[in-house]
């Protein structure tokens, strides 16, 4: 069973699966790192050079790629913030997965951004008023995504990893 985890970027999907794979003893793989190997660049500088709609195009390739390659008993995904607004990687998580949608707040999401240490090319130069605007204006548009393909929601406001991790495990 591949355990896919989704939404919106900063909420832990990356994390969240490593420690996941962990407990469960099993793989775990970023769809992120598999585009940047596939394309021997990162996902900042595939944005910049090749536009989010060729981005787009090389995530779906990659996920179909993965799905259809995976032999594993169990293994963990994390998924792009943005996978999900491709309809035919939609139809890919829901026919082949168990999606676990992350969900955070807007407070949550906004400082986890400013915090973090990973390119975000969507919110690169924002102000945090402009970033806050963002992260609403693209929220509206994902989250019909995230719920449509997820058997099941996490709130991740205010919980440690491990308390994340603990109540996945309950789901499974």
Same mark, same amino acid.
């Given at each position: 069973? !591949?355990?896919?985890? #989704?939404g919106?970027m =900063?909420v *832990?999907?990356s #994390?969240?699966a490593? $420690?996941l794979?962990?407990?469960l003893?099993?793989?775990?793989?970023?769809?992120?790192k598999?585009i940047?190997h &596939?394309c021997? %660049?990162t996902?900042e500088?595939?944005?910049?050079?090749?536009g989010e709609? +060729?981005f $787009?195009?090389v +995530?779906? /390739?990659a @996920?179909?790629?993965?799905i259809s =390659?995976?032999k594993? %008993?169990?293994?963990?995904l994390?998924l *792009?913030g943005?996978a999900?607004?491709? +309809?035919?990687?939609?139809k890919?998580?829901k026919?082949?997965?168990f999606?676990?949608y992350? &969900?955070?707040?807007e !407070?949550?999401?906004q400082n $986890?951004i400013i915090?973090?240490h &990973?390119?975000r090319?969507?919110?690169k130069?924002?102000?945090? /008023?402009q970033?806050?605007?963002k992260i609403f204006?693209m929220?509206?548009?994902? +989250?019909? =995504?995230? @719920?449509?393909v997820?058997k099941?929601?996490?709130?991740?406001?205010n919980?440690t990893?491990? /308390?994340?991790v603990?109540?996945?495990?309950?789901? @499974?």
């Amino acid at each position: 069973m !591949i355990i896919a985890l #989704t939404g919106f970027m =900063g909420v *832990g999907k990356s #994390t969240i699966a490593e $420690r996941l794979s962990l407990f469960l003893y099993c793989k775990y793989t970023d769809l992120d790192k598999i585009i940047e190997h &596939k394309c021997s %660049q990162t996902i900042e500088t595939l944005f910049a050079t090749k536009g989010e709609a +060729e981005f $787009r195009k090389v +995530e779906e /390739e990659a @996920l179909e790629q993965f799905i259809s =390659g995976n032999k594993d %008993q169990n293994h963990v995904l994390s998924l *792009g913030g943005g996978a999900l607004v491709s +309809e035919k990687n939609r139809k890919l998580i829901k026919e082949n997965t168990f999606c676990i949608y992350l &969900k955070a707040n807007e !407070i949550t999401l906004q400082n $986890r951004i400013i915090k973090s240490h &990973k390119s975000r090319p969507l919110m690169k130069n924002l102000t945090p /008023e402009q970033m806050s605007e963002k992260i609403f204006d693209m929220l509206s548009v994902r +989250e019909a =995504g995230y @719920l449509d393909v997820s058997k099941a929601v996490v709130n991740v406001d205010n919980l440690t990893i491990s /308390e994340v991790v603990g109540k996945i495990i309950t789901l @499974l």
